[in-house]
């Protein structure tokens, strides 16, 4: 009577660790609305203002930001690259294409420094740069939390067998990668294409 | 062999010592978020007794007025964001595992650093009475351009304060919320399907994803009032093309919904009360539970008809107007559902089902207001006076707070092992509904007389109104210590609790009280029923007889 009692296949403490991948997604429906928010804000402050651009700017210069466009569009092809060398067991390609995106991802940080410095307006001149260097700052450190989080999980690919049968941790992180690049898009068409009030 | 198959029996004296520090276990942390959530109960209930002293009377005789200002900033800060936010996340913390025969949450280490940010970001909202220019004084809602002021020019100030525990506060809360979503979503018992679930968990999953869907707004819009106080841009400063309003709709996105997600635990605490001391099954369990996600949806929808009178234009007055209404629909449903429990029922008239009962009086009514409310015409007639404050306090202290005091008495014995006291419990039910009634029910002639919100003084002709809702809230104030007095005396040396004290059906009841440290560990039960089979004589799970006889012989040899 008492060994039907058990249910040794659904073993909760086995089942505890798969729910990462699963809270990291909730996590990202949640962080989106954090854009959305700043998105219809920018749209509304846009849209609503009589004196959108301060006095003596012209407007933004947008051969850089294109560039770092294709740069980190590029970056999410080859973190799908990485992904699929993994999935293959092929732990040499992985690492190669998981540096080249972090190598990308740096190189959009430094773009976004290089345009940042050139700009003759700053956080405090009126609202349109402080939407601006929000906007781009914001996504910018998210750029910088998912190379950070390729760093960690570059790390974690030289402990033996850590990813023998899949890694919910690259998953997730290659998850923030295409993330970050759909709300740059979204970013560079609101601010760099939608130029005139 | 019987005792090796079954829960080990409840721990035997374990050390005070881990309530006091960082500890993963879901039933420790939930009851750190209870205390910890009561404790600033009584801060935030000392300022509300100085705001009614001061009301007492028609002149401003009390506090300073700047002081006053602070006052009530603080008292709405502290109870929305210390103490009902924690205390829910404190039930959440006990019930959902148990509820669903998990061992725990789903992420114990980033449960236990949700907790501990409240008492980090409570510590810097009562730090700042202490900077100079005292505590934020421009609301709870802090809209600007009032709460961009800082006239003294110090950086660290109370409304920086202020903002930065809000921003605080949000990230406790989407850590929370990840957390108990994923839990519901992916930790059930074999055999509990959705529809078999309780309705607790149910409006728990509803209200947890109206945070992570609403709580990011309010974040953003609250880091960028944050840096127009301290960094000098002007997102919300008109002379720099920034717009006020924006900040509106921002905080009113997540603010707004907030309100439901209090409000849903509590409909789920009366969804599982109302059938345990009725003894009957929850009248229509299917659409009680659906309902909870129409209000999540409607509840995304109606944030404009906290400020018609911000220069909105008509069209999006009579949407939101429409949509605030439609809200009544399923919270209607909800309702007949629990008057159908109770219908017939064999009642049996103890403290939780005292308090569900009251709950469900003084929620009908806040609903009449809230419905008059949405009417744009009532709206800017009485926006900004008393009406409102009377209909919010009948929401969240007439319904919400005496559901979360029913749940506290309902499920005291389960996670403590100790039986609360019923006359000191029947003595707090019969203060505070008295004190709720006698201290909101006057706010309505006066803010449908004229009497605004916020001021420390006005005509002599509202003085009789007020003077009873000062004596209702005095009331409130004493029904707090027959409160306390019968926690901590039932802690400490209450009669034993079996597991099932209330005869109960739900799988929580089938632990021990209390539970052992990863409840049913390795011997989850497989649900084979829906939830509330009272009457009927179906077994909710797999060999419960078995299980419940374990138990008996459990608690007869300890």
Same mark, same amino acid.
């Given at each position: ?87 293959? #067991?092929?732990?040499? #390609? ?71 049968? #899949? ?31 | ?11 035997? !004296?374990?050390?005070? !010592?881990?309530?006091? *520090? ?30 009614? *002293? ?10 300073? $007025? ?22 829910? !996340? ?23 650093? &949700? ?30 351009? +009032? ?18 525990? +809000? ?11 990840? !957390? ?23 409006? &728990? ?55 439901? +997600? ?16 009725? $003894?009957?099954?929850?009248? *229509? ?16 929808? +109606? ?30 449903? /909800? ?64 319904? &919400? ?16 092992? $100790? ?6 419990? /029947? ?68 009669? /034993? ?62």
């Amino acid at each position: 009577m008492t060994a039907t009692v058990h249910q040794p296949p659904d073993h909760p403490k086995a089942e505890h660790q798969n729910h990462n991948l699963t809270g990291f997604i909730i996590f990202l429906c949640s962080e989106s609305v954090i854009f959305l928010a700043f998105f219809s804000g920018f749209a509304l402050l846009k849209t609503s203002a009589l004196n959108w651009l301060p006095a003596g700017v012209e407007g933004l210069e947008w051969r850089m930001p294109l560039i770092n466009t294709v740069v980190l569009v590029s970056s999410s092809g080859t973190i799908w690259l990485a992904e699929r060398c993994m999935a293959k #067991g092929n732990l040499v #390609g992985f690492r190669t294409f998981w540096l080249v995106t972090m190598a990308l991802g740096a190189y959009f940080l430094y773009g976004q420094a290089v345009e940042w410095s050139g700009l003759q307006f700053g956080f405090t001149s009126g609202v349109f740069g402080g939407t601006f260097y929000l906007l781009t700052g914001f996504h910018g450190l998210h750029v910088a939390t998912g190379v950070f989080l390729m760093g960690l999980m570059l790390v974690k690919s030289f402990i033996p067998q850590n990813y023998v049968g #899949g890694e919910q941790g690259v998953q997730a992180t290659s998850l923030f990668w295409h993330f970050v690049d759909v709300i740059w898009i979204i970013l560079f068409v609101l601010i760099y294409v939608w130029q005139r009030s | 062999m019987t005792s090796a198959t079954f829960p080990s029996s409840p721990p035997e !004296n374990q050390s005070w !010592n881990r309530y006091f *520090g960082f500890n993963t276990d879901a039933k420790v942390i939930g009851i750190q978020y209870i205390v910890t959530a009561f404790f600033f109960f009584l801060i935030g209930g000392l300022l509300a007794m100085i705001i009614r *002293g001061e009301l007492i009377t028609p002149a401003s005789d009390l506090v300073d $007025r700047t002081v006053y200002n602070g006052i009530y900033t603080m008292h709405g800060t502290i109870m929305l964001f210390l103490f009902i936010f924690p205390v829910l !996340n404190g039930l959440n913390n006990l019930l959902i595992p148990t509820m669903i025969g998990a061992p725990d949450m789903a992420f114990p280490r980033l449960n236990a650093v &949700a907790f501990w940010l409240v008492p980090i970001f409570g510590f810097l909202l009562i730090a700042s009475f202490f900077v100079p220019g005292g505590p934020a004084y421009s609301g709870w809602w802090s809209y600007p351009p +009032v709460s961009i002021q800082n006239p003294l020019g110090h950086f660290i100030n109370g409304q920086g304060l202020w903002l930065t525990a +809000v921003a605080l506060s949000g990230v406790s809360s989407i850590m929370g919320a990840v !957390n108990f979503v994923t839990t519901i979503l992916r930790m059930r018992a074999p055999g509990m399907g959705f529809f078999r679930m309780p309705v607790y968990c149910w409006t &728990a999953l509803a209200a947890q994803s109206l945070q992570l869907i609403g709580l990011p707004a309010l974040t953003g819009g609250a880091v960028m009032l944050l840096m127009d106080l301290s960094f000098g841009t002007s997102f919300y400063e008109a002379e720099g093309g920034g717009d006020p309003v924006l900040y509106q709709h921002f905080f009113w996105f997540y603010s707004h919904p907030a309100v439901y +997600v209090i409000i849903l635990p509590v409909f789920g605490i009366f969804s599982e009360l109302f059938p345990v001391y009725s $003894r009957k099954p929850l009248f *229509g369990y299917v659409y009680v539970s659906l309902a909870s996600f129409i209000i999540v949806g409607l509840g995304l929808i +109606v944030w404009v008809h906290h400020f018609f009178t911000s220069g909105v234009p008509q069209w999006m007055r009579n949407l939101f107007m429409v949509n605030t209404m439609l809200i009544s629909v399923p919270t209607g449903v /909800k309702v007949f559902a629990w008057l159908g429990t109770i219908w017939r029922g064999k009642l049996r008239l103890t403290t939780p089902m005292l308090f569900c009962l009251g709950g469900l009086f003084n929620f009908v009514f806040a609903g009449i207001t809230g419905v008059m409310l949405a009417t744009v015409p009532v709206d800017i007639h009485v926006s900004n006076t008393y009406f409102v404050v009377g209909h919010f306090h009948y929401v969240i202290y007439g319904a &919400a707070v005496m559901g979360i005091f029913a749940a506290i008495y309902h499920w005291f014995p389960k996670f403590t092992g $100790r039986m609360p006291y019923e006359g000191l419990g /029947k003595l707090h039910f019969l203060l505070t509904f008295i004190g709720a009634n006698l201290n909101f029910l006057p706010m309505h002639p006066l803010g449908l007389m004229g009497m605004p919100r916020r001021v420390s003084s006005y005509d002599p002709e509202f003085a009789f109104w007020n003077v009873l809702a000062s004596l209702g809230a005095f009331l409130l104030g004493v029904s707090i210590i027959p409160f306390l007095l019968n926690m901590l005396s039932a802690w400490v040396r209450g009669p /034993k609790a079996t597991h099932n004290p209330w005869n109960a059906i739900g799988l929580e009841w089938l632990l021990p009280s209390p539970p052992p440290e990863d409840n049913f560990g390795e011997h989850v039960p497989t649900v084979i029923s829906r939830p509330y089979g009272y009457g009927t004589g179906e077994p909710l799970v797999e060999h419960q007889a078995e299980i419940e006889r374990q138990l008996c012989l459990q608690e007869a040899s300890t």
